[in-house]
């Protein structure tokens, strides 16, 4: 539900608002699912930004397609929050985690070393692809907060 | 702050800037420069607002860019 479109139900409702950049946005998302950037780790840092930034809607969205196709494990989603110190998670994706928490909390409190680490994990433009992939869902997550409600809201 | 890249350059002989360093991952980044495009040339917010609200949002994200 939204209070900007009385019948709007979704965020793609609200979006077509503005179909030039509704088209855009999703084009955006789609290079970011597309790329070379392991979707499951993508996802991982997708969902702990929606936990963070209290954005129930993208944890009651449908998962990623690629990060499905790409084997994501429901199971290790469930696990989420407890990423640092869950051996179901790897290195890259405590790298990828460790900068996406960062990310949306104090992004100045990102260090040398850290995307030091990450860049050995994921590759310069692995770097590049994640960091714009949390910049484009910090963006969807607050118009989420902003524009919508959600009817389940507050049980992530 | 840090307006240093600490990423390098993907582009040979260029030093490392947000473009250079952007362009390790060059489809996500021009759908970014296209929506971003998009944002400032299409809708009926005046452009003024839009800028007002970059820089107001730039202070307070701190952003030294």
Known sequence: ?156 | MSTTPRVRSAVDGKAPSIRTVMAHSSAVRLAFDTMYATLWSNGTVDVDVKELVRLRNARVTDCGL
């Not at chain 1, 084009?27 to 129930?56: G, P």
């Open chain 1, 1 to 156: 539900m939204s209070w900007l479109v009385a019948d709007a139900h979704s965020r793609d409702d609200v979006l077509a608002l503005h179909p030039a950049l509704a088209a855009n946005h999703q084009r955006l998302l789609d290079e970011i699912w597309d790329s070379s950037l392991d979707a499951v780790l993508l996802e991982y840092c997708r969902l702990r930004t929606a936990t963070i930034l209290q954005n129930q809607i993208a944890w009651d969205e449908p998962r990623s397609a690629a990060a499905i196709t790409a084997g994501l494990d429901e199971s290790l989603i469930a696990e989420l929050t407890k990423w640092p110190t869950h051996p179901g998670f790897d290195a890259a994706a405590k790298a990828c985690l460790g900068l996406a928490e960062q990310y949306v909390i104090d992004v100045h409190g990102i260090t040398d070393e850290q995307v030091r680490e990450l860049e050995g994990q994921i590759g310069p433009d692995g770097v590049v692809t994640l960091t714009t992939a949390l910049a484009a869902w910090e963006i969807t997550h607050r118009f989420d907060n902003a524009l919508l409600s959600s009817a389940t809201e507050g049980e992530s």
